[in-house]
Every structure is written in structure tokens, then in C-alpha cells.
């Protein structure tokens, strides 16, 4: 695990992460709009088997989601200032989630969660990295490397709302060139450009949600 505090600009969203909170709340009115992670992302299809994993998109590997931005802009104000930011989505665990162990694919990012709404049995919603057990607290950051193994539970009877940031690791030369050579290559790739569109495709099924409730 890493220190939070480490990073400069944790401070300034830990400090506004009720106004995140409450704009993370507004889109979750609409959860069966939000796109389970399985299906934008093809390789998280193997740690998820079903979709009870969440995820409301408003930057993935650098693309901008303005859609999504546009319903949350003060958290993407706020998220915009992340210095060598790669993603930032509301990442939203149903009641019973169970994420199976895994690994990140670089050590070239650091992964960042910030407490939004947490379950009150703190002790049965977790996640594990390495041979850490932690949980999250509302209006705190948990910072680690995910290539460590981890995996998540919540084993409560409700949801758990997170706002996670990946955002490149800070590096000295050379380890800085090749970790841009890696992310160029990265957002390139048909991993990435998949993910992209199928971002797109659920950018218009919320939108129609939104619209049957109006």
C-alpha cells in the first residue's frame, strides 16, 4: 500500500468528495444504465462472473468520455488536474460482489480509490492486496499497485461507490520514456480500441434511460 499523502494532488479531491459523491449518486439513479465492467473491458470478463461490477466511465486510457463528463463536471474538473492521469470512472460494487484475484498488467500506474459511499459493515466489504486486508472509508484515498495480486468482496447487503483514478507512476529516466513508450503502445492497441467503442454504446444507453424518466 502506498501513502496517499505521497501524491499532491489527493488533498484537493478528498476534500471536495461530497460534491463527487453527490454527483456519483445523481448517475446511479440509473444503475441499470451503467455498463458492468465485464463488458467494456475484455479482460475483466475472467475476475467478474456477472454484473454486479459497475463502472460509469468519464476517462479510459486517456479517451475522454464527454457524455459522461458532461453529468459529472465537477468531478472531471476535478480528476482533469491529476497530473499523468490515464483513467477516472465511478466504480460501483452491488451487494454480494465478489472480484476474484488478479493482477494489473504495468507497474507504469499507480490505482487510487477514493471512499464515496461505503457499506456500514465496513469489516465485510474489502479488498485485498497482496497480504493486506483493507477496506475504504468515505472521504479517504487507498492508494497501492496493482500488479500485486488483489481481489475484492462485499459481502453486505449494500453498495459500495468508489471513485478510482490509474494514473502514471512517478518515474525517473529512462524508466519515464519507457513507461510512455508502453502507454502509447497500450492506447493503440485493439484491447483499448474495443473498450472504446463499447463505451460509446453504453454512453447511448444511459442517455435513453435518462430519457425514460423524464
Same mark, same amino acid.
Given at each position: 500500500?502506498?501513502?496517499? !499523502? &505521497?501524491?499532491?494532488?489527493?488533498?484537493?479531491?478528498?476534500?471536495?468528495?461530497?460534491?463527487?459523491?453527490?454527483?456519483?449518486?445523481?448517475?446511479?439513479?440509473?444503475?441499470?444504465?451503467?455498463?458492468?465492467?465485464?463488458?467494456?473491458?475484455? !479482460?475483466?470478463?475472467?475476475?467478474?462472473?456477472?454484473?454486479?461490477?459497475?463502472?460509469?466511465?468519464?476517462?479510459?486510457? =486517456?479517451?475522454?468520455?464527454?457524455?459522461?463528463?458532461?453529468? $459529472?463536471?465537477?468531478?472531471? +474538473?476535478?480528476?482533469?488536474?491529476?497530473?499523468? /492521469?490515464?483513467?477516472?470512472?465511478?466504480?460501483?460494487?452491488?451487494?454480494?460482489?465478489? %472480484? &476474484?484475484?488478479?493482477? =494489473?498488467?504495468?507497474?507504469?500506474? %499507480?490505482?487510487?480509490?477514493? =471512499?464515496?459511499?461505503?457499506?456500514? +459493515?465496513?469489516?465485510?466489504?474489502?479488498?485485498?492486496?497482496?497480504?493486506?486486508?483493507? =477496506?475504504?472509508?468515505?472521504?479517504?484515498?487507498?492508494?497501492? !499497485? !496493482?500488479?500485486?495480486?488483489? +481481489?475484492?468482496?462485499?459481502?453486505?447487503?449494500? &453498495?459500495? %461507490?468508489?471513485? /478510482?483514478?490509474?494514473?502514471?507512476?512517478?518515474?525517473?529516466?529512462?524508466?519515464?520514456?519507457?513507461?510512455?513508450?508502453?502507454?502509447?503502445?497500450?492506447?493503440?492497441?485493439?484491447?483499448?480500441?474495443? $473498450?472504446?467503442?463499447?463505451?460509446?454504446?453504453?454512453?447511448?444507453?444511459?442517455?435513453?434511460?435518462?430519457?425514460?424518466?423524464?
Amino acid at each position: 500500500m502506498l501513502r496517499p !499523502d &505521497t501524491f499532491d494532488w489527493t488533498a484537493e479531491l478528498a476534500a471536495n468528495w461530497q460534491v463527487i459523491r453527490d454527483e456519483a449518486l445523481a448517475i446511479y439513479q440509473h444503475s441499470e444504465a451503467i455498463p458492468p465492467l465485464r463488458e467494456i473491458s475484455p !479482460d475483466h470478463r475472467g475476475i467478474v462472473k456477472d454484473n454486479a461490477w459497475r463502472s460509469f466511465f468519464l476517462i479510459g486510457y =486517456g479517451h475522454r468520455q464527454e457524455e459522461n463528463i458532461a453529468r $459529472a463536471p465537477r468531478t472531471a +474538473e476535478l480528476v482533469s488536474r491529476i497530473p499523468g /492521469l490515464n483513467s477516472a470512472f465511478f466504480s460501483i460494487l452491488a451487494p454480494g460482489t465478489e %472480484i &476474484t484475484p488478479h493482477r =494489473g498488467v504495468t507497474k507504469a500506474f %499507480i490505482t487510487a480509490h477514493l =471512499g464515496l459511499v461505503v457499506p456500514d +459493515e465496513r469489516e465485510k466489504c474489502w479488498m485485498r492486496v497482496d497480504d493486506q486486508r483493507v =477496506g475504504w472509508r468515505e472521504g479517504e484515498w487507498t492508494v497501492f !499497485d !496493482d500488479t500485486y495480486e488483489h +481481489e475484492v468482496k462485499n459481502a453486505t447487503d449494500e &453498495t459500495r %461507490i468508489i471513485l /478510482l483514478c490509474q494514473v502514471e507512476r512517478p518515474l525517473d529516466q529512462p524508466g519515464k520514456f519507457l513507461a510512455a513508450a508502453l502507454m502509447g503502445y497500450v492506447r493503440r492497441s485493439h484491447f483499448v480500441q474495443e $473498450a472504446k467503442e463499447n463505451l460509446a454504446d453504453w454512453e447511448t444507453a444511459y442517455a435513453k434511460a435518462e430519457k425514460e424518466l423524464t
